[in-house]
T-cell receptor
Framework: DAKTTQPNSMESNEEEPVHLPCNHS???????IHWYRQLPSQGPEYVIHGLTSNVNNRMASLAIAEDRKSSTLILHRATLRDAAVYYCILHYNFGNEKLTFGTGTRLTIIP | EAEVAQSPRYKITEKSQAVAFWCDPI?????LYWYRQILGQGPELLVQFQDESVVDDSQLPKDRFSAERLKGVDSTLKIQPAELGDSAMYLC???????????????????FGPGTRLLVL
């Protein structure tokens, strides 16, 4: 499986934007870039995914580099409830394959 | 909003005892996954079902772990005998609504339950 590299931890002030980076230099043409997050004492939850174009939804935005070797998850206005571990995962989007999680980025929000 | 249900939420057992975890996926989801998450790490797949059939159990320690999904709906994961190293969070997830009913957002999205935290003493 192609691997991703994320910083172990990041901090951000409440109500400010947060940019969470992810490197995936060995991404294949069929890999989608998925982001999940895991709040304390909960199971992971889906955040967003994309293939080539930037994506927006009510939770976040995903900016994908033109060469697809990196991406950035953007939380536009972080709240205390966004404190979680964020996982960047490469996933073939057909066939219900397993998700391969790394260790993710632990995001701390400072009030 | 429909959710994946798991029970129990917490389980404490002694080594060599048997434990069982239950998962009820979102209605209509054909694919069910059991993941194990060791503290400080990301979840790792133990077993994946498509309906009642196992499609991937390559990482399941089959000498002590078993999983079943007899009617293709809910599922049970069993450990017998439990060992100290089995202490972890056990997560169930489901995906794939019935074909033709989901949009782009739902396709391939995995929905996770709250997990069962196991402590083996």
């Amino acid at each position: 499986d192609a691997k991703t590299t994320q910083p172990n931890s990041m901090e951000s002030n409440e109500e400010e934007p947060v940019h969470l980076p992810c490197n995936h230099s060995t991404i294949s043409g069929t890999d989608y870039i998925h982001w999940y997050r895991q709040l304390p004492s909960q199971g992971p939850e889906y955040v967003i995914h994309g293939l080539t174009s930037n994506v927006n939804n009510r939770m976040a935005s995903l900016a994908i580099a033109e060469d697809r070797k990196s991406s950035t998850l953007i939380l536009h206005r972080a709240t205390l409830r966004d404190a979680a571990v964020y996982y960047c995962i490469l996933h073939y989007n057909f066939g219900n394959e397993k998700l391969t999680f790394g260790t993710g980025t632990r995001l701390t929000i400072i009030p | 909003e429909a959710e994946v249900a798991q029970s129990p939420r917490y389980k404490i057992t002694e080594k060599s005892q048997a434990v069982a975890f239950w998962c009820d996926p979102i209605s209509g989801h054909a694919t069910l996954y059991w993941y194990r998450q060791i503290l400080g790490q990301g979840p790792e797949l133990l077993v994946q079902f498509q309906d009642e059939s196992v499609v991937d159990d390559s990482q399941l320690p089959k000498d002590r772990f078993s999983a079943e999904r007899l009617k293709g709906v809910d599922s049970t994961l069993k450990i017998q005998p439990a060992e100290l190293g089995d202490s972890a969070m056990y997560l169930c997830a489901s995906s794939s609504p019935a074909s033709g009913t989901s949009g782009e957002r739902d396709r391939e999205t995995q929905y996770f339950g709250p997990g069962t935290r196991l402590l083996v003493l």
